[in-house]
């Protein structure tokens, strides 16, 4: 069993900046690509930012510029460094991983999410 814990979040003023993480633990080899999904009210979730085992990172036109995805492989944590942050940045904020589980079987993993409000 796997389970994915985020902290951060919160309310922020626009222009503000915030930081989130996203913590795995459990029955883990090793973790593949780690994902930020965000998902605001009555839209569809969406891909934010994503980077790979390697190290190779990729963003949402949106947010490219502003957020920085960062992984620590030793602490199986996964982060979102946003700067810059507009009132349309929020949503509640998902991070998915694709763990590969001491079974060596890869499966994808949620965090429960956490809210990101930007708002003066």
């Known amino acids: 069993q796997v389970q994915l814990l985020e902290f951060g979040g919160g309310l922020v003023q626009p222009g503000g900046s915030q930081r989130l993480s996203c913590a795995a633990s459990g029955s ?3 973790i593949d690509t780690m994902d930020w999904y965000r998902q605001a009210p009555g839209k569809q979730r969406e891909l934010v930012a994503f980077i790979t085992s390697g190290g190779s990172t990729n963003y949402a036109d949106s947010v490219k510029g502003r957020f920085t995805i ?3 492989n030793d602490k199986n944590t ?3 460094q946003m700067h810059s942050l507009k009132p349309e940045d929020t949503a509640v904020y998902y991070c ?3 763990v590969i589980t001491l079974s060596r079987v890869l499966y994808d993993y949620w965090g429960q999410g956490t809210q990101v409000t930007v708002s003066s």
């Open 28 to 30: 883990i080899f090793s």
């Open 78 to 80: 996964v982060y979102l």
């Open 70 to 72: 960062s992984r620590d």
């Open 96 to 98: 998915k991983m694709g």
